[in-house]
């Protein structure tokens, strides 16, 4: 087996899972879940971390650090040659996500520099952002639409984010991934810590925090918490994406598959947890009564990032100050969770023989080429977001799938449990990986029978309706197009990702 690059030690793969699941999703999904939802939706999220997405992300590592290819390689060598075509598509669905996700780290410095642009005039004595707003009410409606609709500003921005992200990933693992997320993760967390102290400083704020952590049984009823529950945990903590399986095939040999696990998925809890006490006490310390604060709370505004967020901490002193660390932040988690993306795209590449750098340069072709669309226009990115946020879960699946076939028991003892000191009861990881199965396959129908396109599958013509952004038949027909594809090249994917000798690491870095 070829020498592979690996993490200098447990706190380098550690950051790099925190990097990988700490992204855009927990500073700006989570508190409009939250805050939609109380406690009751907390609840379900954290349960379905022990179900859903900690057994996945231990099968990815485990996978991952046994096989140490990249995801068409490690899959295809743990379910066989048949199945191919499945890593495949679980390599496709996440690429498909990074080239629209370079996009949310250009949104987030739009906003970023749109913070210190106010933040200047402020402390230059000119008008700041509440003034701008008492004189303007729809000012940040407006900068938003501006800025996500063929924009030339963002579209340069989205391109610089992955030419970034490919230069650093270029120098390799230790130098480029690992380093910096020695940076990322820590300041990350630094500054949630900051937001969240100031938000329940002020007064009424405490409110927004017994609000956030209310339950509220009558909400158990409601079957969209559940899959908002499963979808906000897969999506957070990188389960399914295939990320894991990626950042581990770069671990040392002798690492512990579980602890490792944990840490990294209470470690992305923490800080939606974080993001959540940073945005729902500044909404209650805002709001003119509680009662305001939970209708605006309960509403689900999906604009809560990118046109409450600056509003809300406009109107407090130094709020200013707030609004660009909280930009910042955004900025830098988005960021920290498109470099494993692009990453899973060059370890894939480097299956293939190529060396690294070849790799990256190919990587960041192919991410600004497809990526264009969805900076571009802000539907396009709302379709492609829909269609593979939802192949999250067929990703999962098809990982479960592959672990029962070699059999949960022996999967658990041989690839999880070697090396470990933390282990998990055998019972459990079967019974997740044999309950997943039928529960995933009955959201994937829940989630399609809603309907939420006027017409899901046929126009009022009659014809395949595969061009309306939210339809049924745009999601299905992009998965079976993937899926076409990869059985189609089943037998010459096997035979280059996995049956090809490639050259040695030191080779492949130069």
């Known amino acids: 087996m070829s020498k592979k690059e690996e993490f200098s030690s447990r706190w380098g793969i550690i ?4 990097g990988m699941a700490i992204g855009a999703g927990n500073l700006w999904r989570f508190p409009r879940l939250a805050g939609q939802y109380g406690g009751t939706f907390i609840l379900l999220w954290v349960l379905f971390l022990f179900i859903w997405s900690i057994p996945l992300l231990l ?19 743990l379910a066989g040659k048949p199945y191919t075509w499945a890593g495949f598509f679980i390599t496709l669905c996440t690429l498909g996500i990074a080239f629209y996700y370079s996009v949310v780290t250009a949104w987030g410095l739009r906003y970023l520099g749109f913070s210190v642009e106010n933040l200047y005039h402020e402390v230059s004595g000119g008008a700041g952002l509440a003034s701008k707003l008492n004189d303007e009410p729809e000012l940040l409606n ?11 500003t963002t579209m340069v921005l989205y391109v610089v984010a992955v030419l970034t992200g490919t230069w650093l990933l270029m120098k390799g693992i230790q130098k480029g991934l ?6 990322l993760i820590p300041g990350l967390f630094l500054m949630l810590l900051l937001i969240a102290f100031v938000a329940l400083s002020m007064e009424g704020g405490a409110q927004g925090l017994e609000y956030m952590f209310h339950i509220d049984f009558a909400l158990f009823l409601n079957p969209k918490i559940w899959l908002e529950a499963l979808s906000q945990s897969a999506w957070s903590t990188g389960a399914g994406w295939g990320l894991m399986m990626t950042i581990s095939s770069y671990s040392r040999s002798d690492e512990d598959v579980t602890l490792n ?10 800080a939606s947890i974080l993001a ?13 009564s509680a009662e305001e604060a939970t209708h605006f709370l ?3 505004n999906y604009a809560l990032t990118f046109t409450i967020i600056p509003q809300l901490f406009g109107h407090i002193p130094g709020g200013s100050y707030l609004t660009v660390l909280f930009f910042l932040a955004f900025s830098i988690a988005a960021f920290s969770s498109f470099l494993p993306m692009i990453e899973l795209f060059i370890s894939n590449l480097i299956d293939l023989g190529l060396q690294r750098k070849k790799a990256a340069i190919l990587a960041a072709g192919f991410c600004i080429l497809l990526g264009f669309p969805s900076a571009y226009s802000l539907d396009f990115f709302s379709n492609q977001d829909w269609v593979w946020g939802l192949g999250l879960i067929v990703n999962g699946l098809l990982i479960i799938i592959a672990v029962l076939r070699y059999g949960s028991t022996s999967f658990k003892q041989e690839l999880i449990d070697s090396d470990a000191d933390f282990r998990i009861p055998t019972l459990y990881f079967r019974l997740c990986m044999a309950f997943n199965v039928p529960f995933g396959l009955f959201l994937l129908y829940w989630w399609m ?4 396109s006027e017409y899901p599958w046929f126009d009022n013509e009659g014809n395949w309706n595969v061009i309306d952004t939210y339809s049924n038949a745009t999601i299905l027909s992009q998965w079976l197009l993937v899926v076409g594809i990869g059985v189609l090249f089943n037998n010459y994917l096997y035979r280059y990702f996995v049956l090809k000798k490639n050259k040695t690491y030191t080779e492949l870095s130069r």
């Open 15 to 18: 950051l790099a899972a925190l």
């Open 59 to 77: 099968a990815e590592f485990s996978i991952g650090k046994r096989f140490k290819k990249g995801v068409i390689g490690s899959y295809a060598k």
């Open 142 to 152: 407006h900068y938003w639409q501006e800025i996500s609709n063929a924009n030339g």
């Open 178 to 183: 690992e380093n910096a997320n020695k940076i």
């Open 261 to 270: 696990t944990f840490i990294g998925a209470f470690g992305n809890n923490s």
């Open 276 to 288: 959540g006490m940073a945005i729902l006490p500044a909404v209650f310390a805002l709001s003119d």
């Open 298 to 300: 309960q509403s689900g």
């Open 449 to 452: 029978s809603q309907g939420y």
